[in-house]
């Protein structure tokens, strides 16, 4: 008889330990459990408008073509994503969403007992990749009124540090760090310091006008850097996966480049991106309408007398009277699908991502009466 193993004990240590990304429900899943019909997806910060119509006119005739492995340099969308950001195509890194960039960086850079400093609460995936490669993860909590911690990320940055990533407005909380606030961080990292600011926000926080221009502040200082960026959110382009990467300099890059899967994204997804590139008027006017609804649901929330983080995004957190779980569990029931957050200390904040119109007022009815 062999001897009888805990299958569990074959993992490496850091992934026996590793806490699971909460992707949220399905919309498939929420009207099986629930018998819902109508379903409001308020979870995942996707843009309600959808994609440029000029990716769906062209959508179809990408089918003839399915028989053939992608471009696995994304070459056209590299040189499309330089010519739009104004930097050369060797400092373009394109990613299987900007999540696989995430953990394309860990993998590069960290190694085990490496310090990386973030923020609390995080987008997940900043501290599960790190863990995964048995680096150390520092979080500063936001402060009280949840905009970043300043003095407390430079004091976390006085000690050695090989990465300091967060996003720029932030998921969850919605916050921004303004250019003078995100100089002084900057300043405060060790010379050695990979910088990653993740903006998958920053069409929506563009709108707000301080927005900071993050790449030039970290050019102005010699910094290792990365900004992350995605089509996912502001262009509409979600199932199709696919984010980038643009680097301080093409050794940065290729740093990426040297752990990237070959054949990362594909066909479809890199033809699009590219498409989307060229209609910014499309985007801009999604933004500018989930601008609009996102001021009416903040409003709404804090006249039901609930705490509303700042937000310059395209969704809003706020605090509940009762655990999160609960609240997002009754609206379920309703077919409402927001994110309670779990990470301690955030027990009681939802995130909730802003909708078509119609769906925002569901929301806002059915959390009225949730909340009694
Ligand atoms: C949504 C999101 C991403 C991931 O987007 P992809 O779909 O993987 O491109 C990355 N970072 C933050 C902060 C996000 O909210």
Redesign the pocket.
């Known amino acids: 008889m062999p001897e009888t193993i805990d299958h569990q004990t074959l993992c490496r240590p850091e992934v026996r330990t590793l806490p699971r990304y909460n992707a949220g429900l399905s919309e498939e899943a929420v009207k099986r459990k629930f018998g819902v019909s109508r379903i409001s997806k308020l979870g995942?910060?996707e843009n309600p408008y959808g994609p440029s119509p000029e990716v769906l006119r062209q959508w179809p005739a990408l089918a003839h073509r399915l028989f053939r492995y992608p471009d696995a340099g994304a070459t056209r969308l590299r040189e499309g994503i330089a010519r739009f950001n104004d930097i050369a195509p060797d400092q373009v890194v394109i990613?299987?969403?900007?999540?696989?960039i995430?953990r394309m960086i860990a993998e590069g850079f960290l190694s085990p007992g490496d310090r990386v400093v973030t923020v609390r609460p995080a987008?997940g995936?900043?501290e599960i990749h790190p863990l995964l490669m048995g680096a150390v993860v520092d979080a500063v909590p936001v402060t009280a009124g949840a905009e970043f911690d300043v003095d407390g990320l430079c004091r976390a940055l006085s000690r050695p540090t090989k990465v300091l990533i967060f996003?720029n407005p932030s998921?969850p909380v919605g916050c921004m760090m303004k250019a003078d606030a995100l100089r002084r961080v900057i300043a405060a990292c060790p010379p050695r310091t990979l910088i990653v600011v993740?903006e998958?926000?920053r069409e929506y926080a563009e709108t707000d006008g301080d927005y900071p221009d993050a790449r030039a502040i970290l050019r102005e200082q010699g910094r290792a850097w990365l900004c992350?960026r995605?089509?996912?959110?502001a262009y509409g382009l979600?199932a199709l996966?696919?984010?980038y990467a643009l680097a301080s300099s093409a050794q940065v890059a290729s740093v990426l480049e040297t752990v990237r899967d070959t054949f990362n994204t594909t066909m479809p997804a890199q033809e699009m991106a590219t498409v989307a590139l060229t209609d910014p008027d499309h985007m801009r006017q999604c933004v500018a309408r989930t601008v609009a609804s996102r001021a009416r649901v903040a409003a709404a929330l804090r006249a039901m007398g609930l705490f509303v983080a700042p937000t310059h995004t395209n969704f809003v957190f706020f605090r509940t009277p009762r655990d999160a779980m609960e609240v997002a569990g009754d609206l379920l029931r309703h077919g409402v699908i927001v994110k309670p957050w779990k990470e301690k200390g955030f027990e009681n904040w939802i995130r909730v991502s802003i909708g078509l119109p119609e769906d925002n007022e569901r929301f806002l009815k059915h959390l009225a009466e949730v909340l009694g």
């Open positions: 995942s910060n990613g299987n969403g900007s999540e696989q995430i987008f995936l900043h996003s998921n993740d998958a926000y992350l995605t089509f996912s959110k979600a996966r696919i984010g």
